[in-house]
């Protein structure tokens, strides 16, 4: 794993490097739909690396530096400035390098391979693999990588240079007489029978600016730390989204997750649908495109299920991975009608262009979603060896146990979906009436109301005030103290009553960490506050805990917890949040610890500031001290 990873990206092509943005070592590479097609672009002058003086993105596409000889000490001899941008077809690399010492020669490389790896391989793909036959072609003006994979997919990265090199079989070569040369580097990622094509980067930084300046009118922060934030979340809004046939859609997090994702997808547009609402559009028509229609063991889909997962590299569409799509889920479905329910009050027309899907949802809901018939949307850990134990926002093995500290086990029903069922049978009955039928209108809403009925008898753990993790497979309460609960009060499916309660708990000790809301409280049996889903912070999580204290008129509690995920973008230097940080408690004049393997910047989290802006309208003082 790097220890610091830099990413540059335009729609699906995208450059992990390490800290210096270079491609030397572990999962560091150029990505395009799942592949690596570089996994060594490395510059060196006279034999060394050249010595970092200053890096800055301008854009998330566009990176400026400035570099020196090795070794510089008080006086430069050579001098390299440089641009590098990643845009939706071309990785293009500009140096400008100035003698200022010294009348020699100097020699200039770029280290270069090719592997074309799959990126599950990248990550770690537990099974052998065919060793790949990997093509090199020396070229008038550089050098061609080829691979043709198991399928037949033809893939090339072309590498075109200016003024023309000297290949040796490993790196690229300049011998550099002038006082003063510009050497520029362009990487194309090819498929099939695609040729190369320049990139647009003024186009792009162009479309950065609108973005920004139309968003700004809508969304003003008066504090100009918190208004750096908000700046940073729309770029990276724009940056993580790619090109489908729908429009632009959101990927869940860099580097690993530039894909389809579902659960993901919605969240993050039912957080940003007031202020991107064709990003929102996009991501339910492709949703429904995309819908479950048969049923498949391997995939898990089933008719009316919403996917998990689409993937498209090679190890996918051989048939070694179920990601084509990968169905293991048991809230995106839920979630989608809310979410075509929520856009299709802005947009009316929706309802009826996608009543085939949401309604083949709710079918989904009821039947399938359902195994046991109990009213509940469930999920079955052990259904599928070696696939997602736990299929729903905390996927990992050891996320939901018992309050003996035993993992669930049969069909387990979790708090929070409950809530995403009512609110898309609200959302239904919404749409129902929407097209001037009332009386089904009416049914969907009696059933809202009976789920909420029985998920308060349940699902309430009065001792603690508070509400239980889900229901095990025995219908027996998971009396785990969890984030979940407060997270479910952005669905309105907690009576009002209990709502300040719920709120309470949640920024009680055990889950207030001061920076946000712990996925597991202090006191529980497997707490760990460097843990994925048991005693870290998740920001989106307890974004949506914001969401639903205000929904019920928590104004006080919400603008809190907003103002502690504000301060924790502040503290990092780049003013983002990170998908996750440790749980530790917040100590003043110290930022959040980091989690090693987060995803930085990660959709989830890139929404957040666009969905919570409205609520720093109260002042509630930062206590960062010295951080900002």
């Known amino acids: 794993m790097l220890l610091t990873r830099t990413v540059l990206k335009e729609n699906d092509l ?25 996994s060594r672009y490395q510059w060196q002058l006279d034999g060394q690396t050249p010595q970092t003086l ?21 006086t430069m001899r050579v001098g390299l400035s440089r641009d590098l941008l990643v845009t939706a077809t071309e990785l293009r690399d500009t140096l400008r390098v100035t003698r200022y010492a010294g009348a020699e020669p100097h020699t200039l490389t770029l280290e270069l391979s090719a592997d074309f790896l799959d990126m599950f391989e990248v990550r770690g793909w537990p099974y052998p693999s065919a060793e790949r036959d990997i093509r090199t072609e020396v070229t008038g003006d550089g050098v ?24 040796n079989g490993q790196r690229l070569s300049w011998t550099l007489m002038e006082e003063e040369t510009e050497i520029v580097v362009s990487v194309f990622p090819l498929l099939a029978d695609e040729q190369p094509m320049p990139g647009q980067p003024e186009e792009l930084a162009a479309e950065y600016g609108a973005i920004q300046a139309g968003i700004g009118r809508d969304v003003q922060l008066s504090d100009p730390r918190d208004a750096r934030v908000l700046a940073q979340s729309i770029k990276d809004l724009r940056s993580l989204s790619f090109q489908t046939e729908q429009g632009a859609f959101p990927a869940a997090g860099l580097p690993w997750f530039v894909a389809p994702f579902g659960r993901d997808s919605m969240i993050i547009a039912l957080m940003v649908k007031d202020h991107l609402p064709q990003l929102a559009l996009t991501v339910a028509r492709y949703l429904a495109a995309h819908q479950g229609v048969n049923y498949n063991s391997v995939t898990l889909e089933q008719p009316g299920k919403i996917l998990h997962e689409l993937r498209v590299g090679e190890l996918t569409r051989t048939g070694r991975t179920p990601h084509r799509p990968y169905y293991a889920t048991a809230d995106a479905t839920p979630l989608f009608v809310w979410l075509v329910g929520e856009l299709s009050a802005a947009h009316p027309d929706l ?9 083949a949802a709710l079918k989904w809901c009821l039947t399938d979603g359902d195994p046991d018939q109990d009213g509940f949307i469930e999920y079955t850990p052990d259904s599928e060896p070696g696939g997602i134990t736990n299929a729903v926002w905390k996927d990992s093995g050891d996320s939901t146990f018992t309050g003996g500290d035993v993992d669930v086990s049969g069909h387990v029903a979790v708090v929070e979906v409950q809530g995403y069922a009512y609110a898309a049978y609200l959302a239904a009955a919404r749409m129902y009436r929407l097209l001037g039928e009332d ?20 699902f309430w753990w009065p001792e603690r005030g508070y509400y239980v993790h889900g229901l095990n497979g025995d219908k027996q309460p998971l009396r785990v103290l969890v984030s979940n609960p407060a ?40 707490y760990n506050p460097v843990s994925y889903h048991n005693g870290s912070v998740w920001p989106h999580d307890t974004a949506a805990a914001a969401l639903g204290m205000h929904r019920y008129g928590l104004n006080a509690e919400a603008t809190q917890v907003a103002r502690a995920l504000f301060d924790a973008a502040r503290a990092a230097p780049d003013a983002r949040l990170s998908e996750l940080f440790a749980g530790f408690v917040r100590q003043d004049g110290t930022p959040p610890v980091p989690y090693p393997a987060a995803c930085h910047p990660q959709g989830w989290d890139a929404a957040i500031p666009l969905a919570l802006g409205h609520l720093l309208t109260v002042d509630i003082p930062s206590s960062e001290s010295t951080l900002t």
């Open 54 to 74: 200053m890096q800055h993105e301008r854009f998330p596409f566009w990176l400026h530096s400035q570099s020196a000889n090795a070794n510089v000490g008080y």
């Open 144 to 167: 061609t990588f080829a691979y043709t994979a198991q399928d037949g997919l033809e893939h090339r990265a072309v590498v075109q240079t200016s003024p023309a090199a000297t290949w």
């Open 487 to 526: 997270h479910t009060l952005w669905t309105g499916i907690i009576p009002p009553e209990f709502a300040a309660q719920v709120a309470k708990t949640a920024l009680s000790e055990e889950l207030w960490s001061g920076w946000g809301i712990r996925t597991l409280g202090t006191g529980e049996i497997r």
């Open 14 to 38: 995208y450059l992990v490097g390490d800290a210096h943005y270079a491609v030397a070592e572990g999962e560091s590479g150029l990505y395009r739909r799942d592949t690596r097609f570089l």
């Open 351 to 359: 309802a009826r262009e996608l009543r085939p899907h949401w309604e």
């Open 439 to 458: 009386a089904l209108g009416s049914e969907w809403e009696a059933r809202a109301l009976n789920l909420r009925e029985r998920f308060q008898t349940a």
